[in-house]
């Protein structure tokens, strides 16, 4: 988290990070050429675009969102007082909280739902080919 090496990877040596194929494999059906994706001018551009989003008024917009998804993984907590608590998922679940009511604002969505659907998408068209970790072009098909 450090900004100085923050900014050499993601603007100075850009060029020298790029994403594998592998990951370009997986992810490219589903989210296409976007900024997880996109490399070099094209990154640049999407970044850019993207950034009056993050403004500090639009940030601070979030913030009751954010409360208030904190304060329901606080309840969760303590009502689980008594026995082991998954964090990792606790922390999953308020993530996918604060996506859901930033994002999709007629109801909530089921979250099982939605790790069933991505699950289900990974071990579908997800899956990595030992042509993938070989390195064989895009074009040959995968058994």
């Known amino acids: 988290m450090d900004p100085d090496g923050l900014r050499r990877v993601l603007l100075a040596k850009l060029d020298a990070c790029p994403k594998s194929n592998t990951t370009n494999s997986l992810m490219r059906p589903s989210i296409g050429n976007s900024m997880f994706l996109a490399e070099g001018a094209e990154w ?3 970044r850019r675009a993207a950034t009056p989003v993050f403004t500090h008024r639009n940030i601070a917009n979030l913030a009751p969102l954010l409360s208030m998804a904190t304060e329901l993984a606080v309840q969760r907590f ?4 008594r026995r082991v608590i ?3 998922d606790e922390m999953i679940t308020t993530t996918f909280e604060v996506i859901s ?4 604002s007629s109801g909530s969505f089921d979250r099982d739902q939605v790790h069933h659907a991505i699950d289900q998408y990974i ?5 990595v080919s030992i042509m993938d970790i070989l390195g064989f072009p895009d074009w040959v098909p995968r058994p």
């Open 44 to 46: 640049r551009w999407q």
């Open 78 to 81: 303590e009502r689980s007082i």
């Open 86 to 88: 998954d964090a990792y």
């Open 101 to 104: 009511d930033v994002n999709f």
């Open 123 to 127: 071990n579908e068209a997800g899956r």
